[in-house]
C-alpha cells in the first residue's frame, strides 16, 4: 500500500504555468498505471493525463499540447506540467496510481488550481 501527496497548486492568471507534484511512498512502478484527475465545482472528476509503467501517455483533449504528464523513478515522484493555462483547467487536482492485477487504486489529497482570466 502506498500514499500519494501532491503539491504544487495554486492562483495563476490565463496563460501562465504550473507543475504539479505527486510523491508516491514506494515504487511507481508497482501499479500499472498513473495519472492526472481533476473535478471542478459542479463537474464530475474527470482524467486529465495518465501514464503506464511502460511510459505510454494519454491525455485529455481538452489539455493536449498544452499539459504534460511524467515521471522520475530516482525520486518516486509523477508530475504534470501545465503551460497555457486557461479558466476552464480551475479544479481540484488529483493524483492516482491503479494495479490492475488486483484491482488497487490510491488517490492522494488533491490540490487546488485556479486560473484567473
Known amino acids: 500500500q502506498v500514499q500519494l501527496v501532491e503539491s504544487g497548486g495554486g492562483l495563476v492568471q490565463a496563460g501562465g504555468s504550473l507543475r504539479l507534484s505527486c510523491a508516491a511512498s514506494?515504487?511507481?512502478?508497482?501499479?500499472?498505471?498513473m495519472g492526472w484527475y481533476r473535478q471542478a465545482p459542479g463537474k464530475q472528476r474527470e482524467l486529465v493525463a495518465s501514464?503506464?509503467?511502460?511510459?505510454?501517455?494519454n491525455y485529455a483533449d481538452s489539455v493536449k499540447g498544452r499539459f504534460t504528464i511524467s515521471r522520475d523513478t530516482a525520486n518516486n515522484a509523477l508530475y504534470l506540467q501545465m503551460n497555457t493555462l486557461i479558466p476552464e483547467d480551475t479544479a481540484v487536482y488529483y493524483c492516482?496510481?491503479?494495479?490492475?492485477?488486483?484491482?488497487?487504486?490510491?488517490w492522494g489529497q488533491g490540490t487546488q488550481v485556479t486560473v484567473s482570466s
Open positions: 492516482n496510481a491503479k494495479r490492475f492485477l488486483n484491482g488497487v487504486e490510491l
Open positions: 514506494i515504487n511507481i512502478f508497482a501499479f500499472n498505471a
Open positions: 501514464i503506464t509503467s511502460g511510459g505510454s501517455t
